[in-house]
């Protein structure tokens, strides 16, 4: 039988332009809050586990070895560093569960960390690519941005204008991101500022304008995770009640763009593996990389049918007061999305919810919610359900 799985602590960098911090420092103010919130000592980690997807942001890679640099305790730590484009931080949480919960180790750290605001923006959009079909799609305009907004240009011509529900989905972002003392933006912008080009918001790709897309962010976040809570913890468990990864398609050209179909199928199962549904839970933190990402996947979770996701944002089921409120924390759009931290951060988030130390992004009576996490366009798709201990 699979042991249960839990996070006993963990840390969290501001999101930002972080010129001054090298990695190891990111590394070591996102980890070290991490280990003495679970009651750890550096000594007490059995394993790193690094997400970092690089790409050429920073010169170093084998940044796992980057560990006894940032904590000299975890000199002779076994450590690994995993890629999984916008899910890296997800793929180094999945190997750290793999080995607490097959009894290898007993106690594992996991930090993700990024560094993206060490090239001019053309060069930023070039290493992001990479996370496309390059044969196909490596010479987009704009970038991943450019992917996106394809996307959102077939979806409009498909089901119609939705820059309504794209503005309103941006607007609910920044909100909830002033609550968040972690976020890399925390400003409301306002439902008309998003919903009208100008000079500061101009279009980037298609019907994406500069407000519908994720910021370049530096940061980590840290976990640590153990098979049972730990007594001496600062901070209540959260357990996972099923975890998900399902793989789709890398070329557009392959599917249907405008339905992300391996998304929703980690939601089906997801779900099913923890035997409760979407009413059940209290909040999700989803993968906003762009506006239109959100709308699909609200879709993808069967908050609504394929064309009709705007209702879900324009009725207010997502946003904060609402029925199922969606990235409470603010999201990519608002906290920022440095690649290889972002996974980690999402769970960091929600883990904060259950626990009922999020502060002023407190949802009462969060006892169950999800994240979901993908690399690329919906091809790596990672999703977590979660529930209070205490």
């Keep these: 039988m699979t042991k249960a799985a ?48 690089n790409g050429g942001f920073v010169r170093q890679d084998f940044s796992g070895a980057l560990a006894a640099l940032a904590v000299p305790q975890l000199r002779h730590v076994p450590a690994v560093r995993l890629e999984n484009a916008c899910a890296t931080g997800s ?49 987009t305009p704009g970038g991943f941005a450019g992917v996106f907004g394809q996307i959102a240009g077939a979806y409009f011509e498909r089901f119609g204008d939705q820059s309504d529900a794209l503005a309103a989905i941006s607007a609910k972002n920044h909100a909830n991101g002033v609550r968040n003392p972690l976020a890399h933006m925390r400003r409301d912008l306002g439902f008309d500022f998003c919903r009208n080009a100008s000079d500061k918001n101009p279009f980037v790709a ?126 990519l759009k608002s906290r920022g999305h440095p690649i290889g931290a972002t996974g980690v951060s999402q769970h960091v988030m929600a883990a904060m919810q259950l626990s009922g130390t999020a502060g002023d992004m407190q949802l009462g009576d969060a006892r169950l919610g999800a994240v979901f996490n993908m690399g690329g366009a919906a091809v790596a798709n990672y999703l977590s359900i979660l529930e209070a201990t205490a």
């Excluded at 976990?223 to 557009?252: C, K, M």
Aim: proline share 5%; glycine share 10%; hydrophobic share 45%.
């Design 91 to 139: 793929a180094a949480i999945w190997a750290a569960l793999d080995a607490v919960q097959s009894g290898r180790l007993k106690r594992a750290l996991v930090v993700g960390l990024e560094k993206m605001n060490t090239l001019p923006s053309a060069q930023i959009g070039e290493v992001l690519l990479r996370c496309s079909y390059v044969k196909e799609e490596g010479d």
């Design 6 to 53: 839990h996070i006993v602590g963990w840390g969290h960098t501001p999101f930002g332009k972080h010129d001054a911090l090298d990695l190891e420092q990111l590394f070591r103010d996102a980890a070290l809050p991490a280990i003495a919130s679970a009651g750890l000592a550096p000594a007490d980690i059995d394993g790193v586990f690094v997400g970092h997807f």
């Design 206 to 331: 298609g019907p994406l304008k500069r407000s519908d897309c994720s910021l370049v962010s530096d940061g980590a976040a840290a976990l640590v995770i153990s098979a049972e809570p730990l007594a001496g913890a600062q901070v209540p468990a959260v357990r996972w009640r099923s975890r998900t990864q399902v793989n789709e398609y890398l070329p557009l050209s392959r599917r249907d763009p405008t339905r992300l179909e391996g998304a929703a199928l980690a939601w089906q199962r997801g779900l099913a593996d923890a035997g409760v549904g979407l009413d059940d839970l209290r909040f999700v933190e989803t993968h906003d990389c762009f506006t239109i990402a959100e709308l699909l996947e609200y879709e993808a979770m069967g908050l609504a049918p394929q064309g009709q996701g705007a209702r879900v944002i324009l009725d207010g089921v997502s946003r904060f007061d609402g029925k199922l409120p969606v990235n409470p924390s603010g999201g």
